[in-house]
Structures are given as C-alpha cells and as structure tokens.
C-alpha cells in the first residue's frame, strides 16, 4: 500500500489551494490526489462561457498541465475514494486499491441537486456542474429549438444566458416567486429578471414541472399553471449540495456540510475539509455554513494546508459574496441583502434606478458596520466595501456616499483610509 504525508480527496479549487499551500511551508512531504474526474483541473466558473464558444478546453485549466508534476504530487486521476478508515488512516479508491495518509484533506465539492421528478432520468436532460455535462449539452444542441431550465439560481440562469445566445427558446422555471430568490432582494430579482425579458427568455415563476411526456427523450413539460412546453434539451439548475458521500455515516460530523474549525479541522484527528463540500466559517454572520464559491475553496484548501504541515493559520474573511454577469447586467453581493427588512436594529440605505438597471444597496447596524451589500450596473470597488465589512468601520460618517458610483478610498478619513490600505496588504499574505 502506498503511504503519503498529505492524501487529497477531489482536484479543483480546494485541492489546488491546499497543494499550493503545503509547498509553501514543505517542500519534500509526499502529497497525492484522488480524483474522480478524469479532466485537468479546470475553473467550473467557465463552463458557460466554453458552451458560448468563448474559452476552449485549454484556456479552461486553471493551472498548467506539468503543475502536479512541478509540485511533486502523485495523481490518481479518474478514480473515486469509495472509502475511508479513519482508524487505520486508509482511503480505498473504488478499484480495490488502498492509499495510506497522514492527513487527509477532504475537498470532494457539491452535487447537483435533482427534484425526485418522474422522468428526469431521460437522455437529453442535463445538470450544468461539471466539463461532462457541457460536453453533453454541446453535443445535444445539433438540431435543438426548444429549452427549459428547471431552476432560476444562479446556475441555472448562467444556462439559460448561454442557451439563449445560442439561438435557442428558452423558458426558465423558478418556484419561488421570483429569481435568485436566496441570494438577492426584490428590486434586484425585478432588474435582473428585466434583463433576461428583454432579450426574450421567457420566466415562469411560482412554477415548476407538473409531468414530462416522452419516451427515451423528453418531448414535451406541462406545468403546474397547465401551460405545455416543447423541449429538445432540460437543464436541471436548481442547485448544488455539499458532496459527503464518502464519508456519510462516519464519525465525521455533518451539518449541511462537512463541519470544520477555522483550522479547517474536522470532528475527526488529522482529517480536514475545504469548499463546497464543508460548512466554513462566515465571518459576517459568525456561524459556520455552506459558501459555495471560488475563492472560499481554495483559500480553504490553503489554510488547511498549513495546519496539516503543523503551522497554524485561520480562516477568518470567508463569506457569501457573488459576483454575477447575465447579458449586460453586472451584479455583486455579500453579506446580508434579502431577508433583513423586518430587522428593526438594522438600517438600510438604497438607490435604485430601476430603468437604467442600477441599484446599490447598504444594510447597516446600530453600530454602523456594513454586514452586507448589493450592487447592480455600477459594481466597482466591491473589494473596498468588503474591507469596510471585514474591518468592522463605523461607516456612518460617510455612508450616503456608499451609494454613489466612484465611492473609495478618497472619501473616507485620512486615518481610516492607511489603516484600510494597510490591511488590503496585509491580507494578500497567508
Ligand atoms: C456553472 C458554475 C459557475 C460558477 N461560477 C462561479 C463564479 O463565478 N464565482 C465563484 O466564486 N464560484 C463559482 N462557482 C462555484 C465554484 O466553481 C465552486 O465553489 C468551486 O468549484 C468549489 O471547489 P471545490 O474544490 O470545493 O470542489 P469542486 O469544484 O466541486 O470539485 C470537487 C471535485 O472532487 C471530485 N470528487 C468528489 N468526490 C470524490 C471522490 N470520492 N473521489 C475522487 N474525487 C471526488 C469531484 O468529481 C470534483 O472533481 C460556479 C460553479 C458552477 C457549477
């Protein structure tokens, strides 16, 4: 059986970051990865735009291709971990084949979420996570006219963009009673849903699948308002869920995610996780839950890293913050921006120009900290009101400005502004 010093399950974002982490801080421990796809390690953020035509396959990687063999990793690439035994600090891959670790680093990302719809199982419906699916979904647009999109999120309206730039119908179909309901507020979900009108996708919202005709394919979707649709190709984009498969039902503990300390330590010695597949830390709210975004995983992976090579660092800047584009709508948000309008203790400040598709909101509380934002149309220096939030600044003094474009630096106190830039540095270094 082989043996290494730092075993890594899943080869995307966290894996990378803790890789690269690790080769800071050790230069000789022996690092694996196992990874269940068989594709160079790609960023999953580009699979609308490689379906669009605008990235090919290369310009997808996110490191080059000789990274594993410069880093000095062993990769075992299109392989699944089916087990783990903690006690004896053994991986079992689903060949047979067992991998003996010091630290186990678990990195095994989201899956996409499927509602138990009867025929969902059919050949031309997709779920939009991962290069396969893409792959499959270009294959299916030869001839296509007609698409729905089960699910009006953020994946599932990064697809219905793509599927519409390539000339096809689409109708999107959201439960909830508008779009990114979880991630944005009404005015937002109104400008965004605007956006997608104007170029002629259709939303249906207080909807979702009632039946699926059709034999091998699905040909045709009634709705729950009745309404029929023709279909050549079903996107299923209604979410993602932290993946822990491998170790459900195991002494790893498990709330929506896999639980982990700002070490990125789980409930388990000498096994951590990172990314979509743990529930980290969220510096704005001070609880641990699923963060599902890029720079989470890797930052996660890389603090993990240090901890397992026995050099402490904490995650403590980790949030929900999106950063989205649909056709010509840009649009940011962190923190708290939905469901905080009942909260007596916070104030909220807005401006809202709804028909040139700008809005920028500020929730505030009683100490005048920022504990979220959302930003459409003029989206710049979102980076600096993340400082402001991170900092814990006493933004009273200047928060009408928080609403206009060119807010900076520049408008906040000389004290202030060096105290921010100082730590703008300081937090480029782990
Ligand atoms: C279409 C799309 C667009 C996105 N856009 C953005 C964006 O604009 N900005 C942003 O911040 N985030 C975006 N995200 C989210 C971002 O891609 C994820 O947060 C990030 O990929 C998480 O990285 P990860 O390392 O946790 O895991 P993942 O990227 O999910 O990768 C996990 C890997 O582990 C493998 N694996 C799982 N179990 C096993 C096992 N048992 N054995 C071996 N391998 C296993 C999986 O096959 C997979 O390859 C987007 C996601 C999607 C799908």
């Known amino acids: 059986m082989q043996k290494f010093n730092y075993l890594i399950i899943g080869n995307s974002a966290g894996a990378v970051g803790c890789i690269e982490g690790l080769r800071t801080v050790d230069k000789n421990g022996t690092i694996a990865v196992v990874s269940e796809e068989s594709h160079h390690v790609y960023s999953r953020a580009l699979i609308p735009y490689y379906l669009d035509g605008k990235v090919n396959k290369e310009n997808m990687h996110y490191r080059p291709q000789d990274f594993y063999q ?6 075992f690439s299109g392989q699944r971990a089916s087990e783990v035994h ?29 509602p138990p719809i009867p025929g969902l199982d059919k050949s031309n419906v997709f779920t939009f996570l991962s290069m396969d699916d893409v792959l499959k979904i270009e294959k299916s647009l030869a001839g296509a006219k007609d698409a729905v999109v089960l699910g009006g999120g953020v994946i599932g309206l990064m697809a219905a963009e793509v599927l519409k730039k390539k000339g096809l119908n689409v109708h999107v ?7 990114l309901a979880p991630v944005i507020d009404e005015t937002a979900s109104d400008i965004v849903e605007s956006s997608f009108k104007e170029v002629g996708v259709e939303i ?19 709705l729950k308002d009745g309404t029929v649709l023709s279909c050549d190709l079903l996107v299923v ?27 990125m330590q789980t ?17 704005i709210t001070g609880e641990n839950r699923p963060l599902p975004l890029w720079p989470n995983a890797y930052s996660g992976g890389r603090v993990a890293a240090f901890n397992m090579a026995g050099k ?33 203790n916070l104030e909220i400040i807005t401006k809202v ?57 520049a408008h906040m106190h000389e004290e202030l502004r060096w105290q921010l830039l100082k730590d703008d540095v300081v937090l480029g270094v782990i």
């Not at 410069?70 to 990769?75: D, E, Q």
């Not at 004896?88 to 047979?96: D, I, Q, R, S």
């Not at 929506?256 to 300390?261: A, E, S």
Request: proline fraction near 3%; hydrophobic fraction near 40%; glycine fraction near 10%.
């Open 312 to 344: 402490s660092r904490y995650y403590t800047w980790g949030t929900g913050m999106n950063s989205m584009h649909f056709f010509d709508t840009n649009i940011i948000n962190a923190g708290m921006n939905v469901s905080e309008e009942n909260d007596q």
């Open 267 to 283: 409930s388990v010695p000498d096994v951590y996780a990172c990314g979509d597949c743990a529930s980290i830390y969220d510096f």
């Open 173 to 179: 179909l959201e439960l909830a009673p508008r779009v």
């Open 237 to 263: 984009g209604v979410g993602v869920s932290p993946r822990v498969d491998l170790v459900a039902n195991t002494a790893i503990k498990i709330e929506r995610g896999i639980v982990v300390d700002q070490k």
């Open 70 to 75: 410069r880093a000095g990793v062993t990769l």
């Open 86 to 114: 903690f006690d004896t600090k053994e991986v079992v891959m689903a060949g047979g084949e067992r991998l003996g670790y010091e630290k186990l680093l678990l990195a095994t990302g989201g899956k996409p979420i499927v």
């Open 353 to 409: 120009e709804k028909e040139k598709r700008i809005y920028r909101k500020f929730v505030i509380n009683e100490q005048g900290h920022i504990k979220g934002f959302a930003l459409i149309g003029e989206v710049a220096r979102a980076g600096i009101l993340l400082n402001l939030i991170r900092s814990k600044v006493d933004v009273r003094p200047f928060k009408q400005k928080l609403l206009e474009e060119d807010f900076g630096y």
């Open 204 to 222: 249906a919202t207080n909807n979702t699948i009632q039946e699926i005709h059709g034999q091998e394919t699905v040909d045709k979707i009634v």
